[in-house]
């Protein structure tokens, strides 16, 4: 079965470009030129040495001995909180960065949630002398003044999205706006596998290094490159896109995307977007969104900035439908707990978003011999506060 | 051939077309604006229809759509609204609105509905033409509803011709490629583009919309197309107390 995109933009019914014809000179632009721009030999030449000189790359294949040991497993840790800027979102923005230099364009945009692509996005603009305009919802930016500060110390301007819920997805709507309001000077650097097409495929390629690097760790550390479990957390979805992207033809691996239940997927109060979405369309793709029965987004839930968005990428979609991959949802409290297991048991403090998949560790049943990795999308710094004021630290 | 058609081949300089969010500023506002609207001199109509995440919109209809959708508006409620519409308004009506909701309520029987209560035409700012060829076109043709595509100044000939030959109705010109509620900026650059349109000799008639918000701008704008389209002015205009004897005053300084 294929699960990559077609030549039309679509995975399965899932993807496509619903935009305003404001938009449209630029994805045909994206979309004319974006396999050329990466296929080249110079483009990749660039993208390799940032990755590793500048990003940090290969990140390490840990084994969690005191974690596999509890859940009676081989598990390994994918080290993407160990990146530059300390989560996996880095290596989407190294890619189009190039990708915007190549366009010409001078002026870069963003939206931010918790603030990781935005910070994500900061740094290589800053890297590259570009321009950089971050869309943060102006109620997330009061819970991560943290990253504010990072994004303006690295030279973004920081605008708050006042509509809305002024959370993640209003962000996005103000960035789209911004690139309506600017046709020919502007790239917009979109920080998941959602979007118009070519941003889901385009934002997978970029984080494919992921899995890619994993297949090859695993050679060498158990002389097989397939694990049999895959575990990422699921917001929009670009660390499970980029950990599952070379496993998705290997069908014996088996692929499990986390996402957030929030309080619980029944309380109104949640995030779980397969579980609680129809078919739908939002900015710019047709997937599963929350939405009411008129058609109208709701504002998910999640005690991770990270993962409450309303929708899943297509791609997503299509792996949740096909089967492809096993959708399930872990509430705030059990998310919370695993990060707090990470840290006591391997001294590792991970992002909440990350959690979430840890915590599915503890829900699943496994042979001895099983080996299992777990992408680490994120480190905790950021979460501190929050950490703090849940377990009275 | 609907409405809009024979307002076209009837009058072909200067009309004025006003946009407004149903339900806005109250629920059950929505036919007595229409009907004022008619009575003031407009020549045609688009009611827009609330959506949460209005990506081509700036703030004066983002706060319209939200203050109508918190008012309980939807399309079931604004169809039972438009029940009693063509006892009360002869001139052509579209609907405006974006794809999330109409895909909900399901295109066929929307398209259905819009004949049952006398709409003539749509403007779905985020549904490509691909997919309205592919999927939807049949059941707006078999309702005889209009489909209008939107033209900016970065859509290329090629693209234009294509626009033209799928529509039905009339081609919405935006003067700029902007979200909603900014000024009109005319340019040499916006002159150019309006030129390169009009000499194009499309076949189906212009409006130009998007920054057209006094007479000024309106009679600009007729100089290069068929007329003008008004929305963020009249909905600001909506914003205050006893809107309704205002509307008059406002269409009449529009047209000058």
Redesign the interface.
Known sequence: MNYQVDE?GYYGVFG???????L??NIKELREKYLEFIEDPKFQEEYVMLLKDYVGRPSPLFLAERLSKKYGAKIYLKREDLNHTGAHKINNTVGQILVAERLGKKRIIAETGAGQHGVATATVCALKGLECIVYMGAVDIERQAPNVARMKMMGATVIPAT??SQTL?DAT?EA??DW??H??DTHYILGSVVGPHPYPDMVARFQSIISEETKWQLQEKTGKSTPDYVLACVGGGSNAMGMFYHFLADEDVKLIAVEAAGKGVDSGESAATTLLG???????SRSL?M?T?????VEPYSISAGLDYPGIGPQHAHLFTSRRALYVSITDDEAMLAGMELSKLEGIIPAIETAHALAYLGKMKFKEDDTVVVCLSGRGDKDLDTYMKYFGL | MNRINQLFEQKKESLLSIYFTAGYPDLNSTVDIAEALEKAGADFLEIGIP???P??D??VI?HSS?TA?NNGM???VLFEQLKELRSRVTIPVLLMG????????GVEHFCSSCKEVGVDGMII????M??YEDLYQEYFSMNEISNV????????DE?IQKIDELSNGFIYL?SS???TG?DLNVSDQTENYFSRIKNMQLKNPTMIGFGISDHTSFAKASEYANGAIVGTAFVKILEKDHYMEQIPKFIKELKG
């Open positions: 039309k496509g470009a619903y935009i305003p014809e404001m449209y000179p509509s809305g997805k709507n789209l706006r309506i309001n046709p020919t129809k078919e739908g369309v939002l900015h710019g969104v939405q029965e008129d058609g109208q987004v | 959506y949460s995440d990506l081509a700036g703030p983002q939200l959708i939807t399309i079931k974006y794809f999330n909701p109409l895909l909900q309520y700012p985020d549904l490509p691909y997919e595509f939107l033209i900016t100044p970065q859509t290329s693209r935006l490629s902007s979200t900014k």
